[in-house]
């Protein structure tokens, strides 16, 4: 019997060859480079479980922004640690809080830097949740107003988009209304749509102090088991206004990824979470993975399952690579 005439190893023999017929590649601009940003002067905190993250005080955060900017990374997303929190998060929409105070830093000194800022009280609450607490439970409607504050300050200091990752039902309409009404209609919303209660958050809870002080988040984050309810999510959302809508954690939903890319055409943003990113480190310390290719072949297939924007903790040392 004759040899198939179809031999696939034929554009696989040269790097230059297969570079020319590559199906998926990555660029600087795919990427969102998280950042988290603590009260004080010339501070730089390495994150104990996420090795090479750091918190930044505003002043040592403009440097970094600085550096991402001429890597090519075009955005940040912040998250903010307080040095006050409470029961409603209020510092979290204080005009003058933290991540307020940080983008009109980044935006005054690195106006070319689009910034991002997480939509979310769970990081300024004293009990650590992501919605207001009333005898052990998380309220939906009353953390609505919490949120549509923050994000109006956040507008207010300069921010170039709000991205709502609380998984309140209605927050992304409440959201555009508050926006809308505030004078800023033309600021977009990356919606958190179907953002999974998952263990990989660990890492991330870590570096912001935001472990959640009882109970848990699978009231109102998507149980993992859960792949139709993802895309009723990010239905719900787009219905609601949101101009980007982002899965979260990305790695182990890259079939959401997948389905959700066939299924609508907003621009879909992806999150390779702190877990994702501490697991290769790890591995790579213990010397199991070279660092490098895990590193790229993990973002390759985020790309490849058909997300157009990436956060990831990796943005940085991918774009050197690139």
């Not at 040095?83 to 991540?99: C, F, L, Q, T, Y």
């Not at 939509?119 to 409607?141: A, F, W």
């Not at 219905?239 to 990824?257: C, F, N, Q, R, T």
């Not at 591995?283 to 990831?312: F, P, Q, V, Y």
Request: proline fraction near 5%; charge should be neutral.
């Amino acid at each position: 019997m004759a040899f198939p005439v179809q031999r696939l190893r034929r554009l696989r023999r040269h790097e230059s060859l297969r570079r020319m017929v590559r199906e998926t590649t990555l660029s600087p601009s795919d990427f969102i480079y998280p950042l988290f940003v603590v009260e004080g002067q010339n501070r730089r905190e390495e994150i104990a479980s996420m090795p090479g993250q750091f918190r930044l005080s505003v002043d040592v955060l403009v440097k970094e922004a600085e550096e991402v900017l001429a890597v090519g990374i075009p955005a940040i997303i912040l998250f903010g640690i307080p040095a006050h929190k409470d029961e409603r998060g209020s510092s979290g929409w204080d005009p003058n809080g933290i991540v307020q105070r940080a983008v009109r830093a980044v935006k005054q000194q690195v106006p070319g830097l689009m910034v991002i800022t997480d939509v979310c009280i769970d990081e300024y609450t004293n009990h650590g949740h992501c919605g207001i607490v009333r005898d052990g439970n998380i309220l939906n409607d009353e953390t609505l107003e919490c949120l549509t504050i923050m994000a109006r300050t956040h507008a207010e200091a300069g921010a170039d988009m709000v991205a709502p990752s609380d998984m309140m039902d209605g927050r992304v309409a409440a959201i555009r209304r508050e926006l809308d009404r505030s004078g800023f209609p033309e600021l977009p919303i990356m919606a958190y749509a179907a953002k999974f209660s998952s263990c990989f958050y660990a890492p991330f809870r870590d570096a912001a102090f935001s472990s959640p002080q009882f109970g848990d988040r699978q009231s109102y984050q998507m149980d993992p088991a859960n792949a139709r309810e993802a895309l009723r999510e990010i239905e719900l959302d787009i219905k609601e206004g949101a101009d980007i809508v982002m899965v979260k954690p990305a790695l182990p939903y890259l079939d959401i990824i997948a389905t959700a890319r066939a299924r609508m055409r907003l621009p879909l943003a992806a999150y390779q979470v702190s877990g994702e990113y501490s697991m290769i480190k790890a591995a790579a310390k213990a010397g199991w993975l070279d660092e490098s290719r895990a590193m790229m072949e993990s973002l390759l297939a985020i790309k490849r399952a058909g997300a157009d924007l990436i956060l990831s903790y990796f943005a940085k040392d991918a774009v050197k690579l690139l």
